[in-house]
């Protein structure tokens, strides 16, 4: 069966039970047909989460990592969503990681100093505009 896109509030309804009947709506919905999810779906989830629920960096990537894992979600540019929830565990924020896991290893130019310095340490491109 071809998976089905769905939304940042279904992803945020399976990750957090907040609301039960739309957590089962949910678990239903994946278990009757595969998900597949976005990476820009995945980027504002990891805000709604961190903003609205608090979620660690280690929190959001577990759920990611459960996700791929899972048989029933397909990630859209895997590998690209891998490695972005791999940087963000590591404590870079996923927005920057999605952008640097996007470059293939190409410069990334950026005025930001902090996100520089975290991409140094990780071996990324993240370079000043010169």
């Given at each position: 069966m071809k998976p089905v896109a769905v939304d940042t509030n279904v992803l945020v309804r399976l990750a957090t039970?907040?609301?039960a009947a739309e957590h089962r709506t949910a678990l239903a919905s994946l278990a009757?047909?595969?998900?597949?999810?976005?990476?820009?779906?995945?980027?504002e989830t990891e805000w709604?989460?961190?903003?609205?629920?608090?979620?660690s960096p280690a929190q959001f990537?577990?759920?990611v990592?459960?996700?791929?894992?899972?048989?029933?979600?397909?990630?859209?540019?895997?590998?690209?969503?891998r490695t972005?929830?791999?940087?963000?565990r590591t404590g870079m924020d996923f927005a920057?990681?999605?952008h640097l896991a996007q470059?293939?290893?190409?410069?990334?130019?950026t005025f930001d100093k902090a996100l520089q310095k975290k991409a140094a340490r990780l071996k990324l491109n993240a370079q000043a505009v010169a």
């Amino acid at each position: 069966m071809k998976p089905v896109a769905v939304d940042t509030n279904v992803l945020v309804r399976l990750a957090t039970g907040d609301h039960a009947a739309e957590h089962r709506t949910a678990l239903a919905s994946l278990a009757a047909r595969p998900w597949r999810v976005l990476p820009t779906v995945l980027l504002e989830t990891e805000w709604v989460l961190r903003s609205v629920y608090r979620f660690s960096p280690a929190q959001f990537a577990d759920f990611v990592e459960w996700m791929d894992a899972s048989g029933r979600v397909v990630l859209e540019q895997v590998d690209v969503v891998r490695t972005a929830a791999a940087h963000h565990r590591t404590g870079m924020d996923f927005a920057d990681a999605l952008h640097l896991a996007q470059t293939n290893g190409e410069p990334f130019l950026t005025f930001d100093k902090a996100l520089q310095k975290k991409a140094a340490r990780l071996k990324l491109n993240a370079q000043a505009v010169a």
